[in-house]
Nanobody, 120 residues
Framework: QVQLVESGGGLVQAGGSLRLSCAAS????????MSWYRQAPGKQRELVAV???????GYLDSVKGRFTISGDNAKNWVHLQMNSLKPEDTAVYYC??????????????WGQGTQVTVSS
């Protein structure tokens, strides 16, 4: 079973930066999208950033201009560069890779999550 391994979380002061990384333990093919989600205590998990197979990107409104997603479908890695961090960015961040084949439909891979804490 292929696993996604995340790294790069930690504690940072407001205004600081962090870079999250996610790599697959094996090979994943037919990638449709690679994404980062986050979940703060008491809140639902939300989509933060996504990159599709054509390198198109999308962002949560509150992170636009501050976060940048990048990825490589062939090498199965995805990064999230987070700048100008705010206390409200504090959450557990999860890496996600969705694949699609006509036979299997959509399959989702998830990382274990990495904590990001932004102090004021």
């Amino acid at each position: 079973q292929v696993q996604l391994v995340e790294s790069g979380g930690g504690l940072v002061q407001a205004g600081g930066s962090l870079r999250l990384s996610c790599a697959a333990s094996g090979s994943i093919s037919s990638i449709k999208t690679m994404s980062w989600y986050r979940q703060a205590p008491g809140k639902q998990r939300e989509l933060v950033a996504v990159i599709d197979s054509d390198a198109g990107t999308g962002y949560l409104d509150s992170v636009k201009g501050r976060f940048t997603i990048s990825g490589d479908n062939a090498k199965n890695w995805v990064h999230l560069q987070m700048n100008s961090l705010k206390p409200e960015d504090t959450a557990v961040y999860y890496c996600n890779i969705d694949t699609y084949t006509p036979r299997k439909g959509v399959s989702a891979y998830w990382g274990q999550g990495t904590q990001v804490t932004v102090s004021s």
